[in-house]
């Protein structure tokens, strides 16, 4: 009744609860969401699990709060924090299956109190949910609270209609999955999703035996995301227009992005990347243009000691110069020795080895020619927008699915090789062919013309941007 009260009066301001998957491939879209809809005149709270907060506070001090240049510039986000029901301590990148276990089982009620206390405390707003697909506990917050349900997946649109229509690869018999025999089978029933096939899926559709909390987790998403009222992608129509439209049958789907380079955003700087970024500026000035290797695996995957050390002859042998961001922790083992002995003395002025970096400034420098990735959906869209060709090594999740996009259907890049058997002559040859040959420039007119495609779409009267207020438009209709 009240809320009704103050709809008449014309007083009711929307405001939405935004959480994210605490991972940096997740935050960093979300970040740029929460940027977009406050620029809109929405009120956001944003809440960062405590374990992402913590990682702030040690690079920002005691008062971490990402969007407080935002604030003074105008913007009404809120910023504060929510257990995941682990203790803060417990390594979540090692554990990887327990943080996830926490997430499906504990959370949800941790969520449900949190959104319940903030509605009593602040009741004369007119409140929504804007939650990461990921999660599963949406719907019945929504239901209980009486909340539109907005979500927002952050990955490719494809990779999302292949989980939606999970219930046609168990009807096909492609999950669970049987074996390497049919790892060559073209899966093409996928509503709006050319033939893909069943080895080029995303990693957790692809376990034999015991299905994993990740697999359980993404299938309980994917059904809860059915009863989503709104369903925004970090993509833009031009990128996956078939997808869009099937899916746009059964839900109103948002192609919104990338809203990582939306120019309206860019006099709000936010706090977003958790670790602290070394600067490779100057080493990059001495180096000509188009002629450094960038090479990274982004937030989150692991990967083996043999496949760093076969990378790192393979890089050597190629010759070609190359930033390289080596992870703490990057790999499987708790082996801390990632590079092979000597590695850092045998690399003299031709490579630079960081911990972290900021990926834009590194991807956006003259010097930057290509881009060896394991083809996270952030990374792809960072190199798009850059120009910059990516020769593509996926290790997990969605990334194989992505490589194929990057590779078959935007062109605008190569595959070095699968899985861990990597052999470094080969690895120096294609690195070679990649960054020299006369077919690096028809890759990088490729990833131009993306570039291109990605301004217009984020332009005043663009895809995106028209659609984003579509969005806003069916959000309103939708609260009323
Ligand atoms: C995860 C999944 O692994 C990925 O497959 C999925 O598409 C998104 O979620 P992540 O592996 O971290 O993400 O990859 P990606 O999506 O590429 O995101 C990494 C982000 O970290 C990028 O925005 C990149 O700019 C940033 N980054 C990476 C840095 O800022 N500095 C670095 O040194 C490395």
């Not at 979300?30 to 809440?47: D, E, M, R």
């Not at 970024?277 to 090479?295: M, Q, R």
């Not at 881009?371 to 960072?382: Q, V």
């Not at 131009?448 to 069916?474: W, Y």
């Amino acid at each position: 009744k009240k809320k009704r009260r103050m709809r008449i009066m014309g007083k009711a301001k929307a405001h939405a609860i935004m959480i994210s998957v605490p991972h940096q491939g997740h935050i960093n879209p979300f970040i740029c969401l929460a940027l977009k809809l406050a620029s809109k005149g929405i009120t956001v709270t944003f809440v960062h699990l405590e374990s992402v907060h913590h990682k702030l506070l040690s690079k920002l001090g005691p008062q971490a709060d990402p969007f407080s240049q935002a604030r003074q510039s105008g913007l009404d986000i809120r910023y504060t924090t929510i257990s995941d029901g682990l203790p803060l301590e417990f390594d979540r990148d090692l554990h990887l299956e327990e943080h996830w276990g926490a997430i499906m089982h504990d959370f949800p009620a941790l969520v449900d109190d949190f959104v319940g206390e903030m509605m009593r405390s602040e009741p004369d707003f007119d409140y929504f949910l804007m939650t990461d697909t990921n999660y599963t506990w949406p719907p019945a917050v929504a239901r209980k609270y009486n909340l539109v349900n907005v979500s927002f997946w952050t990955q490719t649109t494809m990779t999302f209609a292949i989980l939606y229509h999970w219930h046609l690869l168990k009807q096909n018999g492609h999950f669970p999955c049987k074996g390497v025999d049919e790892m060559e089978e073209a899966i093409d029933y996928i509503p709006g999703v050319e033939p893909i096939n069943a080895k080029d899926l995303m990693s957790y559709l692809k376990e034999s035996g015991l299905v994993s909390i990740v697999t359980e987790a993404m299938s309980a998403a994917l059904d809860a995301v059915k009863s989503a009222d709104l369903i925004l992608h970090n993509t833009m129509l031009e990128l996956e227009p078939e997808t869009l439209s099937a899916l746009n049958q059964h839900q109103p789907n948002y192609a919104v992005g990338p809203l990582n380079f939306s120019k309206s955003l860019h006099s709000y700087t936010v706090s977003n990347s958790l670790r602290s970024e070394a600067d490779c500026t100057d080493w990059l000035h001495s180096k000509p243009p188009n002629s450094v290797l960038y090479i990274s695996f982004g937030s989150f995957v692991h990967t083996t000691k043999k496949v760093i050390e076969e990378l790192a002859h393979g890089l050597l042998l190629s010759g070609v110069d190359f930033v390289w961001v080596i992870r703490p922790g990057m790999l499987s083992s708790d082996d801390t020795d990632v590079l092979p002995e000597g590695f850092g003395y045998m690399i003299e002025g031709k490579g630079l080895i960081v911990p972290w970096c900021n990926q834009m400034s590194v991807l956006s420098n003259p010097a930057v020619g290509g881009f060896l990735s394991h083809c996270g959906w952030n990374s792809t869209l960072e190199s798009m927008w850059c120009g910059v060709p990516m020769i593509c090594y996926p290790i997990a999740y969605d990334q194989t699915a992505n490589r194929k996009l990057v590779i078959e259907k935007w062109k605008f890049g190569v595959n070095l090789c699968d899985g861990e058997s990597l052999d470094r002559v080969e690895i120096a040859e294609k690195i070679k062919g990649f960054m020299n040959g006369a077919y690096s420039e028809s890759l990088r007119q490729e990833a131009s013309k993306l570039k291109v495609a990605m301004e217009k779409a984020l332009e005043i009267d663009g895809s995106s941007d028209r659609t984003f207020d579509q969005f806003m438009e069916d959000l309103k209709a939708k609260m009323e």
